[in-house]
């Protein structure tokens, strides 16, 4: 198998991302029938028919849990389906669920999707490790500002987007960003030289991103959201929010005295949401988002990143004011780059 096999105690969602990455590189359906084999090899081989106390044999109480995993899985992998319609780069087949990857169209959405589900895979240690990986998956770390960037954009509503995130596309160093950017936004003015005790050799000051909505009057009293880019193990202690005020700063005029706080992940913002004991998923669901928001700002996930898209792409739309839109080619290039080398190292 090109993808290590998953732990099935993992939350649907992750175990949902197998199941697309399994069909996206051996290039036919995946589904239940995946799940099945693989929960039939991990239970007892040596186990015999035997009836506990309350009657119930307990091969029925395996094949019990295992049409319940396939259940969650299935109900997930419905749900992004049904969230993201034709943006959504699998076709699915439901009772008993199976995915294939959609050969028709090669949308840019589809592959922003397909590209953060390898990076979300690379993650949670699906993917095979060699030297020709990792590099590539450094560079997907890169190229992940684009997606951030889409998110933002699309969060404002075809909003203006600068690439503030280290390295940046234009190699500028963090003086001549903070110039740029200040005069990109209009109305905003950087310190030159920096003020004393500050940073001095700040790359990018935990901004990865920044967005506004711009108006005629180029005044401050806009929408800014501020973002930050995480794929590593340590995404969830990356909030930008408690960063918002100290990055004003390097401005002598500032740019926003209140903005709105972002994450953007390449996983679903539920990925690690575990099924509860004693409650409803919909209730975990809804707990663990609501203290994602409030850690976070708004979660700017794989789904609503995808999301973003239609309504940015196209002349006139404000794709040409998206950070990052000339190398949107980029995320397809890298998935025909680094597919050939995970079947390679399989």
């Known amino acids: 198998m090109i993808i290590s096999s998953p732990d099935l105690t993992a939350p649907r969602s992750v175990l949902a991302d197998w199941i697309e990455i399994t069909a996206l590189l051996r290039e036919r359906a995946a589904g239940a029938g995946d799940l099945d084999s693989l929960y039939r090899l991990n239970s007892d081989d040596d186990r015999r028919r035997r009836h506990l106390d309350d009657g119930v044999a307990e091969e029925e109480i395996v094949e019990l849990a295992r049409e319940e995993l396939s259940s969650r899985v299935g109900e997930e992998i419905e749900f992004r389906a049904r969230a993201l319609g034709e943006l959504y780069p699998f076709t699915v087949v439901s009772n008993p669920f199976r995915v294939t990857v959609r050969r028709e169209a090669n949308s840019t959405a589809h592959s922003a999707y397909l590209f ?16 020709e990986i990792r590099a590539s998956i450094d560079f997907g770390r890169r190229l992940f500002h684009i997606c951030a960037s889409i998110g933002v954009a699309g969060l404002l509503r075809r909003g203006k987007t600068y690439w ?121 669901l809804s707990n663990a988002l609501s203290r994602l928001n409030s850690r976070h700002g708004v979660v700017l996930d794989r789904l609503r990143i995808t999301e973003s898209i239609p309504a940015l792409v196209g002349e006139g739309n404000g794709w040409e004011d998206v950070a990052g839109h000339a190398e949107v080619r980029t995320l397809q290039e890298w998935i025909d780059r680094i597919t050939p080398q995970l079947h390679a190292a399989a």
Request: charged content about 20%.
């Open 116 to 131: 953060m589900l390898l990076m979300s895979a690379n993650h949670y240690g699906f993917l095979p490790a060699n030297r």
């Open 164 to 284: 503030f995130g280290f390295p940046r596309p234009d190699k500028s160093n963090f003086a001549n960003a903070l110039a740029d950017l200040s005069t990109k936004i209009g109305y905003a003015k950087a310190f030159a030289p920096a003020p004393a005790g500050l940073p001095v050799a700040a790359k990018d000051d935990q901004v990865d991103v920044i967005g506004w909505r711009a108006y005629g009057d180029r005044r401050i009293g806009t929408m800014v959201v501020v973002c930050q880019a995480a794929t590593g193990d340590d995404w969830d202690s990356k909030s930008v929010q408690h960063h918002l005020q100290a990055f004003l700063d390097w401005f002598e005029r500032v740019p926003y005295r209140q903005a709105m706080g972002s994450l953007a992940v390449p996983f679903p913002g539920h990925h690690e949401v575990d099924e509860p004991v004693g409650d409803t998923f919909e209730t975990a």
